[in-house]
């Protein structure tokens, strides 16, 4: 059971990166709506409003229907499958998807705060080069494929 938990956490961390660097950054993959909005959407108000997103600083209902929420939701109905081998796997997965997304939400509405915690996030978005440091969470997998730059390395 513990290794059904960390394997899904690994796979939830390496889904984020793959569908952040390989879909969201990556204009023929990531064809019509999901790299249009991150890049000419998403990047540009949070280089414009240092890391703010208008979109993120809604209180109210409509963070529920916030573009990330679909696709998040997408995923987990695709995962369904993983339910029936492993209950335990899906939920962790599905708990990582909500922390992914309040991870997000918050590096987007307090960056004074999160800049500290999760620096690669604002780097990511503030940096020279925005296709580096595509993890949101954590930068395992920015490490291993040499995708992990810190600022000062820019």
Known sequence: MVGHILLAWIYSHLLEYCLHRFVLH???RGRGIFFK???SEHHRSARQL???DP???DRGLGLFFHYEVSTLSLLAL????VLFFSPVAYLTLVVASVCYFAVHVLQHRCPSVMCKITPWHYWHHMGK???LNYGVRLPVFDILFGTYKPVTER
């Open 26 to 28: 990556d204009p023929k």
């Open 37 to 39: 909005h991150h890049f």
């Open 50 to 52: 240092n890391m703010k």
């Open 55 to 57: 979109k993120y600083l």
């Open 78 to 81: 695709l995962h369904i499958p």
């Open 129 to 131: 080069d925005q296709h």
